[in-house]
């Protein structure tokens, strides 16, 4: 078993992405600059916002974290949206999901200008990523892909099983590694919740994605001898044993399956640091205008 260290390798890219953004202040006077927004007080929107933000000073960005109580109507939200898309002075704009119920996240994902949409949420981003052209990522599955390309995985020809469906994660995923482009060249089968046989489906895999947000969901029994493992999940449950109060765990049982894979991504210390490094190096490109 070999870890995909998430770690190490978001360290480094991290380092690579710091010289290009002092490369870029000393090119433009500026520093490429992320707005997100936050509405209302979800626990783990606020520590995802939070890690975003960090993230950026320490790589030398420019952030502003802009946060709505849950009152906020659409139509101030749309407007606010729009008001972002027109400085000239904000690189790229994220809306924290989930959103109240009151508010529609697909009228929110399509009114961020997609040329500041580096969640790679919006159509235009979605479409042209389909079509293997230039264009935002959605930040979980660019950060798998950095993560395998690292490790100079040839994914080329494998059998490749994404477990979950969701706009954010499985479905690009799935789209991701059936392109023609390395990491890629899959053969992909996409399941979810109304899959007849998800363990018989997963058995088949050469490499796994589980991004079902369900602890230890992936058990030893569904996982082939030599898979490569990417365990997605982030599964949080209260512990009086950690500072924060709480513990992670991941959709695949690691303890079972580690032996059995040949890579395998540890929770936490894996995708979900990866993550960080795909939403930073859009923004980076989108500050340089290297995508539109
Ligand atoms: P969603 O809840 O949006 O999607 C979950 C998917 O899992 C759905 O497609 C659902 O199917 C499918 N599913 C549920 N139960 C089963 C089952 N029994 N068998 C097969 N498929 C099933 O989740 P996300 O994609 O947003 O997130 C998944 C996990 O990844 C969560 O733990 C989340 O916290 C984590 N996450 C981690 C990130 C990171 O940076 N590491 C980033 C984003 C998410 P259906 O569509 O039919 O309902």
Known sequence: MNLLDGKLVSAKIKEDIKQEAAAFLAETGRKPHLVAILVGNDGASETYVASKMRNCELVGFESTNIHFDTSISEGELLAKINELNAD???????????????????????AIDYRKDVDG???????RMQRNLPCFIPATPYGILLMLAHYGIDTSGMHAVVVGRSNIVGSPMS?????????????VT??????RNVK?????????VAAIGKKHFITADMVKEGAIVIDVGINREMSDRTKSGYKLYGDVDF??????????TPVPGG??????????????????????
């Open 255 to 264: 303890e079972q399956v580690a032996p059995k894979s040949s890579w395998i």
């Open 175 to 187: 789209i991701l590694l059936a392109r023609n482009s390395n990491p890629g060249n899959c053969t």
């Open 121 to 127: 949420f919006h159509p235009v981003n979605l479409g």
């Open 271 to 292: 995708v979900g640091l990866m993550t960080i490094v795909g939403l930073l190096k859009n923004t980076l490109e989108a500050a340089k205008g290297s995508i539109y």
């Open 190 to 195: 996409l399941t979810h919740s109304r899959t």
């Open 200 to 208: 018989e489906e997963v058995l088949r895999a050469d490499i796994i």
């Open 88 to 110: 000239g002075g904000v690189d790229g704009l994220i809306v924290q999901l989930p959103l109240p119920k009151h508010i529609d996240p697909e009228r929110v994902t399509e």
